[in-house]
């Protein structure tokens, strides 16, 4: 049987630069791979393979297309705001142990910032 390696999250567009800013600068991904066509972010942390289904994303929101675990959420959260992205839900801490704000990318995808406590 094959064993899944990886698992990829593509977001259509008609300007990859857009991403630029929201995956590269702020969130200091490095680009992995650029084609023009496509153009793919990374570092070189060893990831889990995890996909999630839900019915919602927690506290009645709506369930995140992406979800993306970082170190330090606090800064992230301002920097997002102070870059203009659409924060959907607050900063907040939840009582499941975690620390989280919902926010748009460039392409309208709601993704979930998340920092585990």
Not at 35 to 44: P, Q, V
């Amino acid at each position: 049987m094959s064993k899944v390696k990886r698992i990829v999250t593509n977001i259509s567009t008609e300007n990859i630069q857009q991403s630029t800013l929201f995956y590269g600068e702020i969130l200091g991904l490095d680009v992995l791979m650029d084609h023009g066509w496509i153009k793919t972010y990374g570092n070189d942390n060893q990831m889990q393979v995890q996909i999630s289904v839900a019915t919602e994303g927690g506290n009645g929101t709506p369930v995140p297309e992406l979800s993306i675990e970082v170190e330090a959420i606090g800064e992230l959260y301002e920097q997002m705001k102070t870059a203009g992205f659409e924060i959907v839900y607050p900063f907040t801490e939840e009582e499941w142990g975690g620390k989280r704000f919902f926010v748009k990318d460039p392409f309208g995808k709601i993704v979930n910032i998340l920092q585990h406590i």
